[in-house]
Each structure stands twice: as structure tokens, then as C-alpha cells.
């Protein structure tokens, strides 16, 4: 028995019963009292079914012990038992054993009947000619099966005649064998009629935080399921896919308080792989797998549960315990051993017996049921398949070929109706998901579908969701046979990045081509879609190594790339940033592995090799119209262009010579214009002398620009620039003033002028920021980072750099907030230094924040901000973050983690050394003196003499003095080579409308594939000779107010209207 009563004391558990209904709703166990004249029904189950009790008026009635028991009404209760029903007279009683007994005077009513044989107990009745319902029998006969189950096995298991299922492909000889090896251990083998299995290797124990007891109702049940309750024995019910009924408790609230076990169940890819190059498998399924594991004494009464009889509780670890897999996956490690590794493994209650020949497979096969048998271990015959050739595993096919989709499973998911809401959806990617790695570049394709997953997306099914989701099924019925992974074999990893996700393939290159060992991909985080696509390129090779690592780890192999600049990534030393990160990430492969470059489709996935090649497709007839009437500005018929041309001024004079209607025409020009210029079915041309065609159309100029419009900007013309398109306009047209024309409709193509940029030299001198006379008078400021997070949690550095001296002050921060600038600007210069009369720094939020404003404001600070785009104005600045980044990369360690600890460091060393500007170091122009070095001090050196204040004061005042020279005469320098690449700025008039260059990339957009400007922008105000205060346009349907700026003239260019 797998159940036992929680209170035995009561002392009914062997009394009969049947299942009884009272109404249309409720079912109960009544107690067939032969015993007793009357039925008798509890107070609680009267009132609770609303049944009107009447008063008593009968005697008292004595129990079998002698007492004396008083009932305190009668209830009128119609009941339903085994096909028969009928209106019972039940006395009431407070406390009864059971909710209700039948007494004999019922039973006689009911025809009942009560049989006892060697199968148990049967229990019948007929009422007014009604026979038993068909319903009832079916259930007595299932309690028969399980009453045999438990009570012993029947003559013909005994004489150990077992049928096992085997696989096809057997010859007659293999097939015996299998039959004398399940003869022989026909005792593991359940074909229905033997007892489940009782292991002593294990017990199961519940361990639970302190918890009061936990209770509740029982659940409603339909009578057949009563029926087998009670028959089998009580709870739950759930259906197998045979037929047969599961026990199942809901154990939720008990799994809530239940410490848990973390003991690991195997990898569904390690399950998969562990079956490479086997071709025999036997497939083992555990009778009741749980139920072959006894119950931990102690722990047998936290697995009660409640039915209409009373509590019971389970002997054997019963289904629905969290910790239900950890127990069995350890017994199961614990019982076959090492055997797990070598030649069988185990998925829970499934365990595959693999061999690579038939003999093997006998030999392992009988050592795994050799081990079940020793540890009382029972299989369930009818599911197990022996020696066959292919073997279904955790929803794969496997077999010596490779690894393919189940086509019953894959039909669930082609057969699955369109989405409705985000629950559906999520159910089907999920499906889907766990047949990723047999699709090709999976998130790309699901990309669609995965953004309505986001909880800030609106639910939109509609072209490309639709599109991804028949994708996906058809990708998931064409998906390939994956090859079983060779360490032998050549080993190449094929990676591809877009703006969706990452994908690669794992490729081993054989005698016989190609074969696919896996597919992998992901989705991009919405930091990642902002990424360059070399970046892009790069990480999809950083995390296939990692995803593919217990492939290739320790082992040649190959990675293929369409990104060039991933190779020199990897090949380079002195990368710094997240590429540095990453080139560490990838540290260990390096060594093993080859970087190829393979442009194009030749890194395509090689699963078209086992496809059938498709014939090209015939472009049909409106398709052919189509590309051909895409460059048409308008259709012009050969009589309307007639007409035209007699309307223009200079074709229609031509036209007149021609036809001789001209008298004012002399005989030279006609004769000029009959040999160059020709009517053909009224319509005028010019004889081409050049390349192109043999005659020029004659357009009126009012056709002008529709014509230039077209070849310039039509899809099949390019947007080409104003060579190339007058260049095509020369070959088939003629019209005075076409190339002005041209001219003026490229130069003002709006969006030729948005995406490219001038073939010129930039705009603008150089202008340099005088310096100033004492030290600290000014100071640059601006960040550097972000960095990988330090052990202190710091992530940027602030620089501050005196713009006289070159003095350095840095701080490493964990975020370039306000709060960290103004502390930094306060403690370690305004304390330190001296208040600054003039600070210089970006357009940082940071530095223009309005807290900001106010600090600078109290302090008596002028702030000085470059243009947006333009850090040349704060140079110097961004020249030290340099120096200073060179400095941290040549101390930090390997997990870039104590990069701040270098900080001070660094600063140091770059206030002591000389800068090419002044000649001097930063500490002499501070400090009047050269610094002592912590390697100097324990050197002898001679004392110096003592100095007169007035003297050293006039010497440092000197030597700043001549500082202030040399960095003008350095600036001068600069300017030179500067303006060497430079042209005059042009002067933008106030109202001059402009376009700005942009700097600022869209995430999900091909940096490349963006305009280069924006705009246009009306010119507002020149601020210098340099910067510009610009305005935007209001927009009034997208709520868009104007907006102020300041840009450099460098990138800024005039907007031309045609």
C-alpha cells in the first residue's frame, strides 16, 4: 500500500464502503452498516447541504459498546449509489464515524448486494429494474487491476514471460538475446501486474522552516474520480496519457516552508551530447518512479492530505514535492555509479543504456539492470524499448547520425493559433525556445515577437509579428539534423552581429562537408543596440566563445568573421575600454585560436547542403513595368511633348526653322539647324555628336527641373553628385541652361545636403585661449570613463588642469553627478588653490545643471562651456585625459579593478615631468623647486643653500612670466599647422537658414545609413568669430517647442532652397 490512514485509532479503516451521491453535487464515502436497522447522517453534512431536519420522534439507539446514543432529528436525503437512487429517512447524530451509514433497512430497499472473492470486495444493487451503470463497472474493474497490483503477481509474470518492447532493425538472433535478458531479469520488469519497486538506497526527507501545521479543503472531484478514490484509495486525480489515473496532492503551501534541496539535475545539452557516436540505445522508464522511494518516518505526516474519509498521509515520496527530482536524481547517481558516465545516463526516471555495437549494448545493458535489481528498483515494461537504432530524449530524436526535432512535438507548435495576448505569446516563444539551438539566428527572427514580452510596449499584431511568427514554425519544421560533436574533426565558429541580436554556428568540417553542431543567438540589450557595428561584430565573438566554450576550450579551432576589424581587435595589444575588457574576457582561447575573414554569404550557416537547390524565379511581367516606371517623373505622351516644345521659346523656333515657317531665319542657320536637329512623328531632337544616344531629346524648360529632379533623385538615379548626374543628363537631353539647372537641383536636394559632407577643408581658424598670468587664475574640467567598476565602487575620473602651469588634479568618482563635481571643485581646488577667476569645461549636464549655476554663482566663478561637438575649445583638458588613460593602463591589473588606486599615481608623475609647452614641470611653476622623488630621497645629495623669500619669489615670478612666452609662442606654432587644413569661416547673416552636423547616434540605426546633418536651423545670433546661436523650428504636431544652441562654425553649412 502507498497509503496509510493518518488517525488509525477510529478503528473503521476495514469496514465497506461505497460512494454515494446526495443530489446533483455532492459525493461521500457511506458506510454499508449491516449492522444497524437505521441510516443515521451527521449534523455537519445536513447543514451544510441545507437539508430541513425534522424533530425526532423515535427511541434512543444503542452502539455496539453499550452506550447509549440519542439522535436529534430525522432529514428526508436523496441519494444516488451504483445506478440505483432513492429518498432515504436518516436519523441525525452529532458525531457519527462517518458523514452517512446505510442500514439494512436502505440496503433492502436497494436491492444491495455484497459479494466476497479472491479478487476483493464487489458491491452491487438493483432498484426498480435500473441496471448498473456501465460508468460504475468500468471503475470496479480498474480498482480490480489495482487490488491485483498490490495484492501479488499474477501466474503468468511469474513464470517470467515478459514482454519488452525492441527495436526495429533487430535480426532474429539479436532479438532473442533481448528476450532471454528480460526473462532473466524479469523481476526489474513491471508489465502492470507486479509491485512497484521499494528502494532501501534512500529516503526521502521534508526539512521545513518552523511553520504552524498547514491545512485546507479538499477539492471538489466528478463522480467517476470519487468513484476511484475509493475504490484505489483518496485524493486528487489527474489523467494519464494512456488512460490510467495519477495521484497528485497539491503541495504548494507545504513546498512554501520546505528548505530546499539544491542537488543539480543534469543539462538538457550535456543529456544530448553524452549520446555521440552511439548507435544501439535502450530506452528505461521507471514504474512510479517516486513511489519507489520510501518516505522518512519523521516526515510521513507533513505529506497528509484531506479526503471526504478522513487524512491520509503517504508511505512512499509521493509527486508535487519540490524536493521530489533532487531525491531521485541522487539515488539514481548513487545506484548507477560510474556507469552514469561510461555508457548510460539518466534524466530523472528516464535512463538511456548507449552502446556503439550490439555486443557492447548487451554487456552494458545487463550491468545497468544488474544495479536496478540490486537496489530494488522497478521499470515499467510496456514503455521501456530495447536495442533500437533511434531513441527519443527529453523531446529530441537521437540517433548515430546527430540530433533532430520530435515531429509530434514541433506539430503542437505548428498547429499553434496566432497570439491574442502577451500570456499566449509568452507560451509559444517558450516552446519554441527549447528548439533555439536546431533555428538559425533565432532571436533575430524573434525579435518581433519578444519586444511585446516588454511591459512598456503596447500589444501590436500586425505585419512583422505576424511575419516572425509563421517564421518561426516553418524554421521549426525545416529545422536540420544537428551533427554529434567529433573532437577529432576540424572545429570552426561562424559568428554575425546585427541591430536585433547576436548568432553563430558551430561548424565541424569533414571527409564529407560541413555538418552543423549547433546554432546560438540572443537578443541586444538596450545598451548593446547602441553599439558600433565593430562593436557589435566583436561582442558576438566574445560571448559565442563563452557559449560555445565547452566545445572548444583546450582545443584548435577556428573562428570566421565578415567584420575585419574584429581581427585586428583580438591581434591588437594596446586596446583599451570595454574592447581591452573584452580581449581579457577571450584571454584564454587566444592561444588555440585562428581568426579567418570570410566576407559576405560565404559565412552563411551550412544547412543549405542538405536542401534541395531552388530554380532562380522568373521576374513576372508587372514587376518588369514596375522597375521600369520607377524613374518616371510623369508619363508624357509623344503629342503632349509636341506641344510643349512649340510652347518653349528656343524648341519652338527650332521647330518653326525645320518647317519652314520661319522667314526671318537666315540660310546658314537653317541650314545648321536641318543638319543638327531633326523631327521625328512631331517631336523634336538633336543629333548626338558624343556618347549616349544616337539623338537627344529637346526638353522645354519648363520640363527642366522635373527632368534634373528625376535623374538626381529617383531610386534607380542614386543621389549622385552633380558630375555624375549632369553626365547622364548630357546623353539623352538637350535644353539651354541644363547645367545650371543641374547645378541649382543637387546643391539643393534636401537630402543630399542632410546626408553628405562638403569636399572640403573644415571652416575656421584656429583660436587660441590667451593664457593666463597666475597659476589657478584658470582651470579646465572635464570627465574621463567610464571605467570598470573599481573595488571601491568608483567608475570616472575628474580632471582639473591649471591652464598656466599644467597642473593636475584628479579624483576618481563613481558617477559624474553634480554633487561629485562640486565637492571635487571646492575641496581639492578652491581649498587647495585658491578660487579660479575662470572655469572651462563641456556642455556636461553635470556642469550646467542649475546647482551647478548657483555653486559657480557663490564662488564668483565664470564658466566658459565649448560648443556642442566641438571639444578642441576645452583641448587641453582632453590632451591630459590621454596622457593620464596611458598611464592607468600601464599599472592596472588584469581584472582592471584597482585602476582608482593608480590614480594619484599617475598625477603625480605627470606633475613632475616637463611639458614641451612651458619647459618646466607643473611642480616648479608651483612650488619654485623641483620635486623629490620617492626614488631620489635615499640617495646622498649636498645640501642647498637657504634662499632670501624676495629672491625666490622673484625667480618663480620670473619663471612664469616666461612661461606665459613660451606657451604663446607654442600656440602660435599650433595655429600654423592648424590653419594648414583650414579655410576661411564663412559669415552666416542672421535669419540664414543652416544645417548642423550630428554627432548623436540612434539606437536600432546603422550609424552609417544616418543623415550627417540636421536642420534646417535659422541663424539667430554670431557670438564670435567662431560660434553661432542657432534656433530650431517649432513643430506643432509633434508638441516640439524652438530650441536654442550654440554651434561651432565648423559644423555648421548653409542650407540651400531651390
Known sequence: MLF???????????????????????????????????????????????????????????????????PTGLASIEVACLGASMTLQAAVLNSPPLPLALGVSALKEMHFRIEFSAEGVQLSCRKNGLAQDPEARHVQRSAKQHVRRYVGADEESANGVIHVPTGSGLTESERKKMRELSRKYRKVFDDGQLQEGCTAKAEHCIATSPTPPISCKAYRLSPRERDYVSMVLPDSIGKKKDGDWRFCVDYRRLNAVTIKDAYPCPRVEDVLEQLSGSSYFSKLDMKCAYWQVRMNPADKAKTAFITPDGLYQFKRMPFGLTNAPATFS??????????????????????????????????????????????????????????THEVECLGHLVDVEGIRTDPSRVAAMVEYPAPRDVKELRRFLGMCGYYRRFIDRFSSIAHPLTRLLKKETQWHWDGSEKEAFAQLKKRLLESPILGHFDEKLQTEIRTDASQSGLGAVLVQLGQSGERVVAYVSRTLTAAEQRYHSNELESLAVVWALHKLRHYVHGRKFTVATDNAAVMWL??????????????????????????????????????????????????????????????????????????????????????????????????TDIEHVK???????????????????????????????????????????????????????????????????????????????????????????????PPPRHPFEMVGLDHLGPFPKSRNGNRHVIVCMDYLTKWIEAKAVPDTSTEYVASFLLNDIVLRHGTPSKLVSDRGTAFTSARMVEVLGALGIQHGMTTAAHPQTNGLVERANRTLTSILAAYVDEAHRNWDDVVPFAT????????????????????????????????????????????????????????????????????????????????????????????????????????????PFRVEEKLSELNYRVTSRASAHRRRPARHFVVHVSNMKPYHVL
Open 570 to 667: 583580438f591581434s591588437n595589444k594596446k586596446s583599451t575600454g570595454k574592447l581591452a575588457r573584452w580581449v581579457l574576457a577571450v584571454m584564454e582561447f587566444l592561444d588555440d585560436c585562428t581568426f579567418v575573414h570570410r566576407a559576405g554569404r560565404s559565412n552563411e550557416a551550412a544547412d543549405a547542403l542538405s536542401r534541395s537547390a531552388h530554380k532562380p524565379e522568373e521576374i513576372s511581367e508587372n514587376l518588369m513595368e514596375r522597375i521600369l516606371c520607377v524613374a518616371a517623373p510623369e508619363a508624357i505622351t509623344k503629342q503632349e511633348m509636341g506641344l510643349a516644345q512649340l510652347g518653349d521659346p528656343f524648341a519652338g523656333r527650332l521647330v518653326g526653322i525645320i518647317e519652314g515657317r520661319d522667314d526671318a531665319a537666315h540660310a
Open 908 to 1015: 603625480f608623475a605627470m606633475n613632475t615631468a616637463k611639458q614641451a609647452s612651458t619647459q618646466w614641470s607643473p611642480f616648479e611653476l608651483v612650488y619654485g623647486r623641483q620635486a623629490v622623488l620617492p626614488e631620489e630621497s635615499c640617495l646622498p645629495w649636498p645640501k642647498g643653500r637657504r634662499e632670501a623669500y624676495h629672491i625666490f619669489q622673484q625667480r618663480v615670478e620670473s619663471w612664469r612670466r616666461e612661461a606665459n612666452g613660451r606657451i604663446q609662442r607654442s600656440q602660435e606654432n599650433q595655429r600654423k599647422y592648424y590653419d594648414q587644413n583650414r579655410r576661411p569661416a564663412v559669415d552666416f547673416r542672421p535669419g540664414e537658414l543652416v544645417l548642423v552636423r550630428k554627432h548623436v547616434r540612434k539606437i536600432g540605426r546603422a550609424e552609417k545609413l544616418l543623415p550627417r546633418y540636421t536642420g
Open 675 to 769: 543638319r543638327t536637329y531633326a523631327l521625328q512623328n512631331g517631336v523634336l531632337y538633336q543629333k548626338n555628336l558624343g556618347r549616349g544616344r544616337p539623338w537627344l531629346l529637346v526638353i522645354p524648360q519648363r520640363l527642366g527641373y522635373a527632368i534634373c529632379v528625376a535623374t538626381h533623385a529617383s531610386k534607380t538615379a542614386g543621389h549622385l553628385g552633380m558630375t555624375k548626374t549632369m553626365e547622364k543628363l548630357r546623353r539623352r537631353y538637350v535644353w539651354p541652361g541644363m547645367l545650371d539647372a543641374c547645378k541649382q537641383v543637387v546643391k539643393s536636394c534636401p537630402t543630399c545636403q542632410l546626408r553628405k559632407t562638403p569636399q572640403r577643408k573644415p571652416m575656421g581658424w584656429m583660436q587660441s585661449i
Open 4 to 70: 496509510e490512514r493518518e488517525n488509525i485509532a477510529t478503528g473503521n479503516t476495514l469496514l465497506p464502503t461505497v460512494t454515494v451521491r446526495i443530489g446533483n453535487s455532492v459525493c461521500l464515502k457511506a458506510l454499508v452498516d449491516t449492522g444497524a436497522h437505521a441510516t443515521v447522517v451527521s449534523r455537519a453534512l445536513v447543514q451544510s447541504l441545507g437539508i430541513q431536519v425534522e424533530p425526532w420522534n423515535g427511541g434512543n439507539f444503542r452502539s455496539v459498546n453499550g452506550q447509549t446514543v440519542v
Open 330 to 387: 541522487r539515488l539514481i547517481d548513487c545506484v548507477l555509479g560510474e556507469q552514469k558516465r561510461a555508457h548510460c545516463m539518466a534524466y530523472l526516471d528516464d535512463v538511456i543504456v548507449f552502446s556503439k555495437s550490439f555486443e557492447e549494448h548487451v554487456e552494458h545493458l545487463e550491468l545497468v539492470l544488474e544495479a536496478l535489481d540490486e537496489n530494488g528498483l522497478r521499470l515499467n515494461a510496456t514503455k521501456c524499448l530495447l536495442a
